[in-house]
Nanobody, 121 residues
């Protein structure tokens, strides 16, 4: 019914930028919150940033001032601009969205499959 496809991951040198995108498609009536999580190698998945439908944002302390989350509601897409990347930012990044479909009465959380970001020289 709803698919989230993330893109933009890859290998980047320390200090460099990278921009992730995640587009939701399918039987979408509306989208509430959207967000990015990440899972470093051998560690638990952790929250990176979230954004509400009105544009309010929240970040984990370790990325504040370096990462920016944004969204394009017309395209059902959420972005994560990552600057000043550090080796410890290496992880698989997952996007999510709280979506209400045309046949649902409430919102459900959907996840993308993840995109790998490797920060290394």
């Amino acid at each position: 019914q709803v698919q989230l496809v993330a893109s933009g991951g890859g290998l980047v040198q320390p200090g460099g930028p990278l921009r992730l995108s995640c587009r939701a498609s399918g039987s979408i009536f509306s989208i509430n919150g959207m967000g990015w999580y990440r899972q470093p190698p051998g560690k638990e998945r952790e929250l990176v940033a979230t954004i509400t439908s009105s544009g309010s944002t929240n970040y984990v302390d370790s990325v504040k001032g370096r990462f920016t989350i944004s969204r394009d509601n017309a395209k059902n897409t959420v972005y994560l601009q990552m600057n000043s990347l550090k080796p410890e930012d290496t992880a698989v990044y997952y996007c999510n969205a709280d979506v209400r479909t045309f046949i649902a009465l409430s919102y459900s959380r959907y996840w993308g499959k993840g995109t790998l970001v490797t920060v290394s020289s």
